[in-house]
């Protein structure tokens, strides 16, 4: 069946319906409840649920138009669900969605199940860490693999709602994979999942402070992420088996964390699937990959597969040595196009259902777990955590640390506590974890005496500011004691560690889930970090006061925000956003891939190739839209010039450049058709300029 977005609005309304009223009444579902809201697919591919819903201009298209009452009638089931006040956290995280939650075919999970039951393998400890619905526990289930102690981490608040309705609270964590307490390290048999697709990096403090390269490299991008975490989350033995774009085996960029992976895992499976997997669910086609390792941190050598695995190929398409046998691909066809970013790529489809699919994917499981997948034996309990450290050579060694154990939280709960947040307690700084609960926890981190220090003063302002800010919201007045608080503690921080923006202390700040909001505390001026207004003045009402001009909207909106809020503008002027827009012609342009206003400074800078690029495609599939007209405008006058022949030296050999991937940029850079013909007859070349520019 074809994906419809209009069943899906439909039927992932009801479901949001039932789990809301359900979780207000504290209400256990029955089977024909459970079942309904088994039916939400989340809002991956319907892009309509990003439009704003009071713009008509926005609502153009034959499709948003037809899907808009049915957006509309969702926006008003959360509200009267949730109240208005908690309605935009709810609605933000469905937005967050739309373009990195993709629900698996139940077809695919069983098969996996199938294939890991038949083992005999025992999962006493389950981790999903992007659990959806938790579609691969059901599934697993299903097929009569048994799952004790399953812990489902979901990051998106709404989807982490209907998840707890269905497996109560106990199983559910609504938190990043990234905020997985240290206590869990070295402790699943499985870790399985569907990683969310999206080319977006995370923050995790313990990779970013990681003396580990791959580790930091590793929170780059999502899927590279989620696999050398699961990595360390699974116990010796244990097995991570993740669906992920298939970026992750095909960029050359990813070799690093190809190699980390199979220095500490055995590579059980490795499938590539159709593009057409997610049409039917999803209605999007796109590269998928299910890779099966095996923790083994005791490794010597790779074997063959193990080296293709971690290569990639040097083609006009990207792909991976391992899938050179197109048996372990499951297909039907096979053509030569561009993938859903426009870049030549190779496009398996499969003309079954996803049954069918899920049958060849079953068989190639079976040979593969067959041969490859070892019952390890359990190993005797111990009291520490093995954790890595890294060498010059392939292997690293286990050395290990003591473990860090949990403690009852014993501090205030502010009401702006959330769960992560950075407290002290008896002289240490950890996280407080569980707040919802009667008995929160506390969590230490560890971290130097130096970084401890800062932390402590970075949770004394963070509270400060919350409490001012909070206080001035609910009762709109001033409080100018709180107000004296906040700048003794802000200029105590500067003084020791400098400000808060400060390259070596974002880091630092971003530890905390409100480290954003922190960072709002500071303002360019004159390219010096400067306090922000509520320093000076209330902001939790003052921002309601009526603006005159629109160039002090957009100064408000960058100020509050950080970025152009067309409806923020017009409350505080009182202005229409067509007038608004009118006068700000020369200060903003529309950026049609974000679908969002930015200043010229911000949209013309950065790497205006790529953005030309990407608007012009946008503008030939929609040629009626004047805005992206005139932002590609924008950007072709603002190119950079190109060198002249004159400037250029020339040494070839010195430095090895996919031709291919270069050419167009080249093309774009220099004014040299000689050096392109050159660039298409010849392997490597290396292009210098004698001058910066």
């Not at 992750?248 to 059980?268: K, T």
């Not at 990639?312 to 048996?327: A, F, G, I, M």
């Not at 890294?390 to 640390?401: G, R, S």
């Not at 400060?464 to 802000?490: I, T």
Request: with cysteine; net charge negative; charged share 25%.
């Amino acid at each position: 069946m074809a994906f419809n977005p209009k069943h899906h609005l439909v039927q992932n309304t009801e479901a949001i319906r039932l789990a809301l009223q359900l979780k207000k009444t504290g209400t256990i579902p029955t089977d024909e409840q459970a079942d309904l809201i088994r039916q939400y697919a989340g809002f991956g591919g319907i892009k309509a649920i990003l439009l704003p819903p009071d713009d008509d201009n926005a609502w153009q298209t034959k499709t948003d138009i037809e899907l808009r009452p049915l957006v509309q009638t969702l926006r008003e089931t959360i509200e009267n669900e949730v109240g208005e006040q908690r309605m935009e956290d709810y609605w933000q995280s469905l937005k967050n969605s739309v373009l990195t939650s993709f629900y698996t075919p139940p077809a695919v999970i069983e098969a996996l199940g199938e294939a890991i039951r038949d083992t005999g393998f025992e999962v006493n400890r389950f981790l999903d860490p992007s659990a959806g619905l938790g579609q691969f526990s059901d599934g697993f289930k299903r097929v009569g693999l048994p799952l004790f102690n399953p812990l489902l981490i979901e990051k998106d608040l709404l989807t982490a709602t209907l998840l707890e309705t269905l497996h109560g609270k106990s199983q559910v964590r609504q938190q990043g994979f990234e905020d997985l307490s240290s206590r869990h390290l070295n402790t699943f048999d499985l870790v399985a999942s569907n990683v969310p697709f999206g080319d977006v990096a995370v923050w995790d403090a313990a990779f970013a402070n990681s003396k580990d390269k791959t580790k930091r490299q590793a929170c780059r991008s999502l899927h590279g992420y989620f696999f050398v975490k699961a990595v360390d989350a699974a116990k010796e033995g244990g097995v991570v088996a993740f669906l992920t774009t298939d970026a992750l085996m095909n960029s050359p960029s990813n070799e690093p964390i190809r190699q980390y992976l199979m220095r500490n895992a055995n590579l059980v499976s490795s499938v590539r699937l159709p593009h057409n997997l997610f049409t039917d669910f999803a209605g999007t086609s796109v590269g998928t990959d299910l890779v099966i390792l095996q923790k083994d941190t005791r490794k010597t050598s790779l074997t063959q597969r193990e080296r293709l695995f971690v290569q990639s190929t040097r083609r006009k398409y990207p792909s991976n040595q391992y899938y050179e046998d197109l048996r372990r691909v499951v297909h039907t066809q096979l053509q030569f196009d561009t993938d859903q970013y426009g870049k030549p790529a190779q496009i398996f489809t499969h003309s079954g259902s996803t049954e069918a699919i899920g049958q060849a994917l079953k068989q190639m499981l079976d040979e593969d777990l067959g041969q490859y997948f070892k019952i390890v034996a359990p190993i005797a309990k111990v009291s520490v955590l093995a954790n890595k450290t890294p060498q010059l050579d392939l292997f690293a060694t286990i050395q290990p640390t003591p473990v860090i154990e949990p403690q009852p939280f014993e501090g205030v709960k502010y009401p702006h506590l959330k769960e992560g947040s950075l407290v002290e307690q008896n002289g240490a700084v950890g996280k407080v974890y569980e707040l919802a609960e009667e008995n929160p926890f506390f969590l230490p981190i560890e971290v130097s005496k130096t970084q401890q220090e800062k932390l402590k003063s970075l949770i004394q302002l963070r509270d400060n500011y919350q409490l001012l800010y909070n206080f001035e919201q609910e009762f709109q007045s001033e409080n100018a004691g709180l107000r004296q608080l906040l700048n003794d503690s802000y200029d105590q921080f500067i003084t020791q560690y400098g400000e808060l923006n400060r390259k070596e202390n974002v880091g630092t700040v971003l530890l905390d889930p409100q480290g954003k909001e922190l960072l709002a505390l500071e303002r360019v001026k004159e390219g010096q970090f400067i306090k922000a207004d509520i320093f000076e003045q209330p902001v939790a009402f003052f921002q309601k006061q009526r603006i005159e001009t629109a160039e002090d909207a957009l100064l408000a909106s960058l100020n509050w925000f950080g970025k152009v809020n067309v409806e923020y503008m017009q409350e505080i002027s009182g202005q229409s956003q067509e007038k608004l827009l009118n006068q700000l012609q020369e200060r903003l342009l529309y950026n049609p891939i974000r679908e969002e206003y930015q200043t010229r400074e911000l949209l013309l800078s950065g790497n205006v190739f790529e953005k030309l690029q990407a608007v012009g495609d946008y503008c030939e599939m929609h040629p009626d839209e004047k805005e992206a007209l005139r932002t590609q405008a924008a950007l072709q006058e603002n190119q950079p010039e190109k060198v002249p022949f004159e400037l250029l030296e020339f040494n070839f050999g010195e430095r090895w450049i996919p031709t291919q991937i270069y050419q167009d940029y080249l093309s774009h850079l220099f004014d040299l058709p000689i050096l392109i013909q050159y660039a298409q007859s010849t392997d490597t070349f290396t292009v210098r300029p004698t001058r910066s520019t």
